[in-house]
């Protein structure tokens, strides 16, 4: 069996709203077409494109919307299918999905993180309802839908602890999940399924869809988000770590689930620049769909 | 008429679905046979649960769906098997809530969805408290980023809906006390409160709380959450707080108290008494309205 990789890597934000406005037949509710995301969509198309031009087997995405405390979970079904219901908004996002899980890669990635001291779990209840950040970003960025998924919780680290020890585990975690990808034989893309900065507006326009009320909550919120847009194409992945627990406070960024440093864990912390195909708020939070390709060789 | 009697109940999915695994697991779902019993005696018609679990970002949503039957699966205990559900909601209640909360500014909205995922806070005080579905039940959310003013006002609203609808109406906060849970998998054999700091500061709130000090532990809920890793900042303790009436005129009784994966959960009711007349003080100003957080300094 020849050594697997990764070959990609990818910052796939989650708004169930840019599946919303895409209205493809799994959703139920239809959008108004105003266009308020249409940055990030068009930075979708654009990821999506590039992902069609590579042959791959699997997609493993890091999700905030399965919070777990007792350590990371894994899904452990082969198959899951049914209707998600997101529970904050689902007046945008009633989706039915039908997806298989590869869960032999799912189980050497539990293992080689459990060598490296986490706490894991495969999860193998098969009326299990998988989130709908899992279902969002990989539906964005293949709505094919004809790739095996590794599904991954984000564990608590940062908010039990501190966001230091989350940053260690999430390293270690994106590190274990390369090494069961490259011992798995298997052409893997990474999804970080996260938004930038995180405050949300806590009212919606009558069209959610409206871009007059689509903008980042305050200007502290975008100067983060610029900044780290920043160090993604100069190559600097490093100091993003560096400033991660600095990034995650000031901007209540949702990298605090840990799938961005993850992600850049697994590709060896990257010194080369990455594409960022769009950024765009979706209801005052910063999102940007960004590739990698590849681990830092 | 108005609330007759009040719940802190907690919210762990253990007391569903594996109680017998652990003898304080097992007290705690035990315990509640009392406090149905409480709750038929009380006359309530209907049963309004504010959980710290169901997380809204979007205002506050409101259960409107009557007959919302699915099946929940824990994020972290899946292995303790599936809670299957049917339960019956008061839809007009939800409807006269959420207005009654856009009337105080509150950015608020019903939910009837086919499929939406009630949380599993809220379903184990469905089912424990008021089992096949006894009276009908109100289910409200949890906004992540409201603090004590908002969550106020979200309790004042639901004291008008409750005024307005006629009804005798019990209401319960589906909340932990210390949150601090076990973060690697322990035999449930060993559970124990994750530290005898969160155990003191658990035991002086049920203390305040038995003597009726309901307002006095909403005043107090910033300091124990910050002491004791309280559950979503406490804010289940200013929502009943605030539907009940901003008062520490109750008779409290404590049904149980135990850990579930090192996290704190009680079981509690307050029932008004009208005699007592407890000094207290009020720390902290007590909002009648809400202006939202868009365009705030323009306001
Ligand atoms: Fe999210």
Known sequence: MSKGEIVSGCIAPHPPHLVYAANPPQNEPRSSGAGAWQALHDGYQKLQKSLDSKDFDVLIVHTPHWKTRVGHHLLGVPQFSGLSVDPIFPNLFRFNFDLEVDVELAEKICSAAQQRGLEMHMMRNPDFRVDYGTITSCHLAHPQWDKQIVCISSGSTHSDYSNESGELEMLALGEATREAVEKSGKRAVLLASTS????????????????????????????????????????????????????????ISECKEGALTWLLGALGVPDYPAKVYGYGTVIGTGNAVVEWRGPKQ | MSVVLGFVAPSRPQLLLAAERNDGWQRLHDSFADARQQLADSGAELLLIYSTQWHSIIGHQMQADSNPRWSKVDDDFHDLGTINYDLKIDTDFADSYCEAAQKRGLAARTVNYHGFPVDTGSLVVAQLLNPDNRIPIGIVSCNVYADRGETLVLGKAARDAIEASGKKVAVAASTSLSNRMYTKAIDPQNDKIYSQKDDEWNRKLLELLEEGRLEDVSQLARQFATEAHGEQRMKAMWWLAAVMGETNNYNGKLFGYEAVYGTGQALLSLCPQHSSSQLFEYDEDSSETYQGDRDILSK
């Open chain 1, 196 to 251: 930038l900065s995180h405050r949300h507006f806590t009212s919606e326009p009558a069209d959610p869809e409206d871009p007059e009320h689509e903008y980042i909550y305050n200007s502290n919120q975008s100067a983060w988000d610029e900044h780290v847009l920043g160090l993604i194409r100069d190559g600097k992945c490093q100091q993003i770590l560096d400033e991660m627990p600095d990034f995650i406070e000031q901007s």
